[in-house]
């Protein structure tokens, strides 16, 4: 360090020896601040100077009339944006003519009003109200900027439209309110005076009550009196029948919660109404799906006409298998009788051996080896071998007509078909298909089963194949209950996609087995079935009972096909009728529904407003029916004694105020009652006061609010007063780079002077050097940081930490840089260079990282500028202590590394550096 420290003092005195290269100095200290100081004046408040930009404004509106008034919203805004400086507006009438000079560049954004703007904007006080629109074109080709600062200011005449239409549509309104309100309040005491005369009438309510029974006990007649007197007292005949009539009432009122239960019912089924629709619209889907019903039924005819040949050709051969077996097993059992005959025959000689004898026994040993070569032999494993390959022809040919089962009812699944009557029946037959076709696996598994214990060979494969089909056959048979009860109108129509691809999937493959492996299997099972007579004997017996077995099933199968067959044929039969009858049903149900909907509605409507009080009105008659009735019928008694003891009298104006107390009277103390109940409720509630309250208004505050119902309050956390100030952090960063990189352009980092060359290591001359470039970054910096406070007059917070911070940038990003050029010479330069352009877009300091692309987001966290940018923010907005020891921390990491990165490995760059040099001014183009 003492040896870097003695090169230090060196250079100070060759510079001191030469007063040209201290003005070099001097330039490199100043020079990186013009780099900030243009570029923060350029961009000092472009907000505050947009009245250079033209926008042209055409008018073309053409006015509206207003109850008998003239308006032009349009001249309006035209007025208001001359009295406004924000923007250079050009006013016109030429929309051509602006149209061309945007496309030029002469105007930023054009501005037109339309002739109906005025129109569409009165168009609310009319029934079918239309948006008024502005029309706004903006050169987006001129600059990046300019096409967002016009925007701004054509939302803003927008808002403010809109703001002034509210504010006098909400006058008007609240003015009306206020006109009426103070009417109420005028007819306050006539209010009360209603009130007063209502309560009074209610209070006389008993006195008429009396007047009515009085009025009914004397009511008389007209005409002859002795004839009314004896109708009126025929009426007590009639007590009986009223008062059944009374206890119906009280029947009917204990159903009352029936009632509301059904109408409840009404009104649900009135809130489905979209759901009935929606299926209605799937009953014509459904109807369109015929044709493809009709062609899966032909489909189906067509398979099981297929199989049902393959089975008929398998059984007639099948005779001819019964036949060899028989046959063969008479051979054998001559065999063995004749062998048995000759070995006998062979113990009684055995002294009396002749040429003859021994020719015999050769003919013994033949015979007894000869039967397994014999050609009589062969039609019984002919007919072993046709049966077998029947019942794997008809496996395969089962297999292929389970598969386009199954391919029919995936086609239907794509279809999103809704339950119907034809969708069930078409399930019902795919499930009966299925079920047979699983029965038929099964027994061909029993017969493999008995075909492995007559020696036929292994198989277990066969059977693990014909398993895998009956299980993915099963699931798909148990997924198709669900699908059944959903056709049927029992739940959503759901198919079970995965059981259909399985089962797909089992039979291909059970297909192709039962064509190839399982053909082999069997056949190759033949080749150990002749070892000798005595097991050719037992086996052919087995063979024999596994023939009959092969009948059986085939027998089976043809039943099972021809069942299937049958039934499909009826079905197609049907299916013509039965589309013929759902067509009908649906366009009956097409036709009748708006009514149905239409009455339901009202039934529903009826239910909701009428029928709680038409239940109340019940309720109120059964009461009456079960408590005041029979006080009723005693008044009636006592009225009847009554005529007959005083029937002389004024009879017509009795019953004239009869009739009025039975038919009017009621009807007038009923309603005195209920206009007392809302007085009440209005005097508890204090209604009438508040509402004449509510009314009445401050027109101006109220109108204010509900222009603006909203107001943001805006609370600024470190302020910076313009955006030349915000920018500054940025700006210095990216000067003390560039003069950091000019100082490692103009200044060497090695040594010159030949008179000390040699007497200082490479690690000391990369200290030494180090020093002058760390005193020229501090220069720079201090200069820098002090134009923007007192030439540009910059913003800072903390004006001495904003100095401090930038000499510490400083000399972090000298060490950085001057690492790289000392190590790597002019390739260092070079990536000094590309490090500044990736911290340009990548170190977050003109837009937030976040918007930047993925790259620039993955490198931020490890460029210098990322923490050199934030750390000046931190003087200029306001300090916040951890943030700032957070980014000195991080930046200073990186400086460390890099200086401890070129202090170990000068050395061993400094050979490649230099061979690189000679190369490069070989070429005579390098300095």
């Not at 207003?66 to 030429?94: E, H, P, R, S, Y």
């Not at 066969?462 to 997924?479: C, E, F, H, P």
């Not at 000390?756 to 820098?784: D, N």
Request: glycine share 6%; charged share 20%; net charge negative.
């Amino acid at each position: 360090m003492k040896n870097a420290f003695q090169l230090f003092l060196h250079d100070l005195k060759n510079i001191k020896r030469t007063p040209s290269f201290i003005i070099l100095l001097l330039g490199l200290s100043i020079l990186p601040s013009f780099y900030a100081w243009f570029n923060l004046k350029s961009s000092w408040d472009p907000y505050s100077n947009t009245e250079y930009l033209k926008v042209a404004v055409i008018n073309h509106d053409t006015g509206a009339e207003v109850q008998g008034k003239k308006i032009n919203v349009g001249n309006q805004l035209v007025t208001n944006l001359k009295d406004n400086k924000k923007f250079g507006w050009v006013f016109t009438d030429d929309l051509k003519e602006a149209n061309k000079q945007l496309e030029y560049g002469n105007y930023y954004a054009i501005i037109h009003i339309p002739k109906h703007f005025s129109e569409d904007v009165t168009s609310i006080l009319h029934k079918k109200p239309k948006r008024a629109h502005i029309d706004y074109k903006v050169n987006q080709k001129i600059n990046a900027i300019a096409p967002k600062m016009t925007n701004a200011g054509a939302t803003a005449i927008t808002q403010s439209l809109n703001e002034k239409f509210v504010d006098s549509a909400t006058k008007a309104l609240l003015d009306e309110s206020n006109r009426v309100g103070l009417k109420l309040e005028d007819k306050l005491p006539l209010y009360h005076k209603i009130e007063n005369a209502v309560y009074e009438a209610e209070k006389a309510i008993p006195e008429m009550e009396k007047f009515k029974e009085t009025v009914n006990k004397i009511d008389s007649h007209q005409g002859d009196i002795s004839k009314y007197a004896d109708e009126f007292y025929q009426l007590g005949q009639y007590e009986g029948k009223i008062n059944d009539g009374a206890g119906k009432l009280i029947k009917a009122n204990e159903h009352a919660a029936d009632i509301n239960a059904a109408g409840q019912l009404i009104v649900n089924i009135n809130n489905n109404m979209p759901a009935i629709e929606n299926a209605l619209q799937k009953a014509n889907t459904i109807e369109q799906k015929f044709p493809q019903i009709n062609d899966a039924v032909a489909k189906g005819i067509q398979a099981t006409s297929t199989a049902q040949g393959a089975i008929s050709g398998a059984q007639g051969a099948m005779p001819g298998v019964h036949e060899k077996i028989s046959n063969a097993q008479n051979i054998t059992n001559n065999a063995q009788s004749d062998v048995k005959s000759a070995e006998a025959s062979i113990e009684k000689s055995t002294t009396e051996i002749s040429t003859e004898d021994i020719s015999s026994e050769k003919q013994v040993n033949s015979t007894h080896t000869e039967p397994l070569k014999k050609p009589d032999l062969l039609p019984a494993k002919n007919a072993l071998n046709d049966g077998l390959l029947a019942i794997s022809e008809l496996t395969k040919e089962e297999a292929a007509a389970t598969q386009d089962t199954i391919n029919q009812l995936d086609e239907l699944s794509k279809q999103n078909p809704g339950s119907s009557e034809v969708l069930a029946k078409n399930i019902e037959v795919y499930k009966h298909n299925l079920e047979q076709s699983i029965a038929y696996y099964n027994e061909v598994i029993k017969l493999m089963n008995q075909a492995e214990k007559l020696g036929l060979g292994d198989t277990s494969k066969i059977n693990a194949q014909l398993n895998q089909s009956v299980d993915t056959l099963t699931k798909l048979n148990t997924s198709l209950d669900t699908t059944l009860n959903g056709a049927r109108g029992n739940g959503k129509v759901s198919f079970d996609n995965n059981a259909i691809q399985n089962a797909l999937k089992a039979l291909a493959s059970l297909e192709s087995f039962a064509g190839s492996d399982m053909k082999n299997i069997l056949t190759s099972g033949l080749a150990s079935f002749d070892n000798n007579l005595d097991t050719i004997a037992g086996k052919l017996s087995n063979a024999s009972q596994f023939a009959n077995d092969v009948d059986r099933i085939l027998a089976d199968a043809a039943q099972i096909t021809s069942n299937a067959h049958e039934t499909l044929l009826t079905i197609n039969a049907e299916l013509p009728a039965l589309e013929q009858k759902f067509s009908r049903i649906n366009q009956t149900a097409q036709a009748n529904f708006p009514t149905f909907k239409s009455k339901v509605g009202e039934a529903s409507n009826f239910v909701e407003s009428e029928l709680p009080s038409v239940l109340s009105d019940l309720n109120r008659l059964s009461n009456f029916a079960a408590n005041d009735l029979p006080n009723v019928m005693a008044k009636y008694n006592e009225a009847s004694k009554l005529l007959q003891n005083n029937l002389p009298g004024a009879q017509d104006k009795i019953h004239e105020l009869a009739v009025f107390s039975n038919e009017e009277l009621p009807g007038i103390e009923k309603e005195i009652k209920q206009a007392a109940d809302k007085f009440r409720e209005l005097d508890k509630n204090d209604t009438f006061n508040k509402l004449i309250k509510l009314l009445r208004n401050d027109l101006e505050d109220q109108s204010d609010y509900f222009a603006e119902p909203i107001q943001l309050d805006e609370t600024q956390v470190f302020p910076i007063p313009n955006y030349g100030s915000a920018s500054a952090p940025f700006y210095t960063a990216l000067a003390l780079w560039v003069g950091a990189l000019l100082s490692g352009n103009l200044l060497t980092t090695e040594l010159k002077d030949k008179s000390i060359i040699g007497k200082f290591s490479l690690r000391e001359i990369y200290l030494g050097r180090m020093i002058l470039y760390l005193l020229l970054s501090i220069a720079q910096a201090t200069i820098v940081v002090l134009g923007n406070l007192f030439i540009l007059d910059a913003y800072a917070k903390h004006p001495v930490y904003n100095v401090l911070f930038a000499i510490l940038v400083g000399i972090a990003f000298t060490i950085m840089v001057y690492t790289v050029v000392s190590l790597l010479g002019n390739i260092g330069k070079a990536i000094a260079i590309i490090i500044m352009v990736l911290q340009i877009a990548g170190g977050g300091g003109t837009f937030p990282i976040q918007v930047t692309p993925k790259f620039f987001q993955a490198i931020h966290p490890f460029l210098p500028f990322t923490y050199a940018v934030d750390l000046l923010r931190e003087a200029v907005g306001g300090i916040v202590p951890e943030i700032a020891w957070s980014k000195i921390g991080m930046l200073y990491l990186i400086a460390a590394l890099t200086f401890a990165f070129g202090l170990a490995l000068k050395p061993r760059f400094e050979p490649i550096k230099k061979g690189f040099y000679a190369r490069s001014k070989a070429s005579n183009l390098v300095e």
